[in-house]
């Protein structure tokens, strides 16, 4: 345990090596990185990375994740944390706002979200996982997680842009894979304007272009559209909650940027919670015969509770970030304005501290009650928490659901895989590869 530390400003322990090392290990290794140092430092540590963002401080422990979720918004910026992701994302983006911009944009926006919103969404997802599995071919194997990132993305195109024009959505789908797929090195490297005109860098930014080209006359179109207010997708209900709104709603940069935000942080995100369920259920014969009861059955109470099982113990996203404005005290650490927080989901979540024999996969810990406020995290919390945390349970329920009553699921081989960065996520070092047959 780091001894605390009061009334001066101190960094905690951390690494030695230097910012671009340790920037590559952050990269590709944190999920291994972030164990070793808490066994080697204790609950807080610090990484110095060659970003914007320089100083990372590293929390574990629920009541300093409790500190930062609950602290005062204009001390702790989601925001300029997220820095990194400017040029990916737009600078209206929801995650890159802070204080009275971040407020407005996340009123806009959760008239989308609401219980009654996300019932409407349903049926179309319905079709479109449908539509999806009925095609899996039987008997060989195949990477569920591309399969789940085709059924997210058509989720996105259709459920979250509205986009029904056949000839645009052609156009569209081979731009947004393009997009989702940005790699840890483009990501970091995306910031220097030097980089944009050469090789990864370069591709990225030609995409965006693309994609902006087409995004702004689905927005344009669908503005002047006669039927916008019996349209039900998310982008159509942004449009219609903007009339409401006192000094109007987005513009249409701001509602790119927001698109752009609910793809990078809905498609991949979405793929790969559910993938890593399915990978987790075929090793797990009980819990999978049971899920499958729960399909047959339309128990969709535990089939959200293997989704949340597996956002538990396979975390998407290992951790979220605040930069602070003002000194602030954490973790036993008075730390500097500048220095960014960092609670580390992916340690918390497996804490055994928090939940009971953490290493194992067991949905039956949501069935009755939740772990204890700020151990169960994958979509943040507190102010910042995700706007589409719902849409995402309910997406992969959906899915479970439709791939369950349908399939005999099982692993290619018995071993599990492991966890590998792709950009800012953790996804199955295989694919998540499955064998299925029709139930009979």
Known sequence: ?????????????????????????????????????????????????????????????QEDIKTVFGGPVEVLHAGEGNAIMGPALGDHSVLLTDEA?????????????????????????????????????????FSSHERMQALTLEVILQVVF????????????????????????????????????????????????????????EISDRRRAPDLHSRTDVLSRLLQAAENEEGGGFSDAELRDQLITLLLAGHETTATGLAWALHELVRQPEQLKRAQQAADEGDDAYLTAVAKEALRLKPVVYEVARQLTKPLTVGGYRLPAGATVMPAIGLVQSDPAYHHQPDEFRPERFLHGQPPAHTWIPFGGGARRCIGAGFALLEATVALREVLVRYEIRPDRAAPEEQKAHHVTLIPSRGARLVVRRRR
Request: glycine share 10%.
């Open 1 to 61: 345990m780091s001894a605390p530390v009061t009334g001066i400003t101190k960094r905690p322990p951390g690494l030695r090596l230097p910012a671009v090392v340790q920037t590559l290990l952050f990269a590709q290794y944190r999920h291994r990185l972030f164990p070793l140092l808490k066994r080697r430092h204790g609950d807080v540590f610090t990484l110095r990375l060659t970003t914007p963002t320089r100083h990372l401080v590293i929390l574990t422990k």
């Open 101 to 141: 911009e971040h407020r407005r944009s996340r009123r806009l926006l959760m008239p989308a979200f609401t219980g009654a919103a996300l019932a409407g969404y349903q049926e179309l997802v319905g079709e479109l996982t449908r539509a999806e599995v009925d095609g899996w071919p039987e008997g060989t194997v």
């Open 162 to 217: 509205g986009v029904t024009d056949e000839a645009r959505l052609k156009r569209m789908r081979p731009l947004v894979r393009g997009i989702a797929d940005i790699g840890p090195v483009t990501l970091l490297g995306l910031p220097y304007p030097l980089l944009q005109r050469f090789g990864p860098w370069r591709r990225h930014i030609g995409l965006q272009r693309g994609l902006d080209k087409l995004l702004y006359a």
